[in-house]
């Protein structure tokens, strides 16, 4: 099959590597239709991050090729989301909902594991990873919409889930890439009243007003945080969603939230330091982490396949297998949002 590869720093190609095959009866194959760089690949990319030689991609949905004899949940033809991280789904950690940490579990694309930016998957524990997507026959859009559900919907999701958002609250949230702007989806679903984005970019700022926002400012550190606190009468946020992990961006969500509230905080940390003075003297707390996107998938796809929410948005560069370089390069110089990649043909009617 073709996948993309990952060969060091700043080498993205495509190249080949053997058809994935069943290795226990509760794995599925995937047949992958679309994928998605996402912010984490660029740290790879950049060489900030480590990452294994070879297969790269998290975020992919498709249909199912095959099912080990275990599956029974699942069957061949099946439009499914996979979670960027595959789970057991009765460890301690899964039964307690902490799916993205699960004691057998791992990500997709690191590790000789296949990648969403390739033409197949092996996904273990086909049962408890994949969410079955009901219905058929549908648009392009949903289908975008679908595939954010892998990752930046849920991450976003969290961010906010972790902050404690709930109706009637003012919140602030630091990061205008794809996680950012699908926080202000969460947090204007969550009940939300008063949504203040961080963003510079024209068009995420058009997206995060789409989105729920009701506020939009370009300015950033001492200045973002001076700012919202003299929108808020001095008292800060009821939630702060930080969804950078820049020490800029931990320092702004800390320093805009009010006594008692709670950070959320998703971004991959980068020189990034948690202000215990602020912690202790405001009672300021800090929840976050890996989204259990697994959780998350069922109840934010329902929201997808009735339209009240419309993640698909934040991608808005595609390409095919052939440009995965620049589509890369597109996010890397914040030519996109967030790249799709069109990996193969859609479940019959459904595009």
């Not at 939300?192 to 550190?221: H, K, M, W």
Request: glycine share 16%; charged share 20%.
């Amino acid at each position: 099959m073709r996948a993309t590869l990952y060969g060091g720093p700043g080498d993205i190609t495509v190249g080949e590597r053997p058809d994935p095959r069943l290795r226990t009866p509760g794995d599925a194959i995937v047949r992958v239709t679309l994928g998605c760089v996402c912010g984490s690949d660029l740290w790879y990319y950049r060489g900030v991050n480590p990452h294994a030689l070879g297969p790269i991609g998290h975020e992919f949905i498709g249909v199912i090729e095959q099912a080990g004899a275990d599956v029974t949940g699942l069957k061949p033809g099946d439009l499914v989301v996979a979670p960027f991280t595959f789970c057991d789904g009765t460890c301690a950690n899964c039964a307690a909902g902490w799916t993205g940490n699960c004691l057998n579990g791992g990500s997709f694309g690191n590790h000789g594991v296949d990648g969403g930016q390739g033409e197949y998957v092996r996904v273990p524990f086909a049962d408890a990873t994949l969410v079955k997507v009901p219905g058929s026959g549908h648009s392009d859009a949903v289908m975008k919409s679908l595939v954010a559900l892998s990752d930046v919907m849920c991450t976003g999701h969290h961010a906010a889930v972790s902050a404690g958002v709930k109706p009637g609250d003012t919140v602030a949230v630091v990061g205008d890439g794809a996680v950012g702007l699908c926080g202000v989806i969460a947090a204007k679903r969550l009940g939300a009243e008063r949504i203040i984005s961080l963003s510079r970019n024209p068009v995420r700022q058009a997206l995060a007003r789409e989105f729920g926002a009701t506020d939009v400012l370009t300015e950033r550190g001492d200045d973002a945080i001076k700012l919202i606190m003299e929108m808020t009468g001095g008292i800060g946020v009821d939630a702060a969603l930080e969804c950078v992990g820049t020490g800029e961006s931990m320092a702004t969500a800390f320093g805009v939230a009010r006594v008692g509230a709670v950070v959320g905080a998703v971004g991959v940390p980068h020189d990034s330091l948690v202000p215990l003075q602020t912690v202790i003297f405001r009672n300021v707390g800090l929840r976050g982490g890996i989204a259990p996107a697994r959780r998350y998938i069922p109840e934010l796809l329902d929201d997808v396949l009735a339209g009240r929410i419309n993640p698909g948005l934040v991608l808005d560069y595609e390409t095919d297998l052939d440009g995965i370089g620049d589509a890369y390069a597109a996010m890397l110089e914040r030519r996109a949002t967030k790249s799709l990649v069109r990996v193969g043909a859609g479940v019959q009617g459904a595009m």
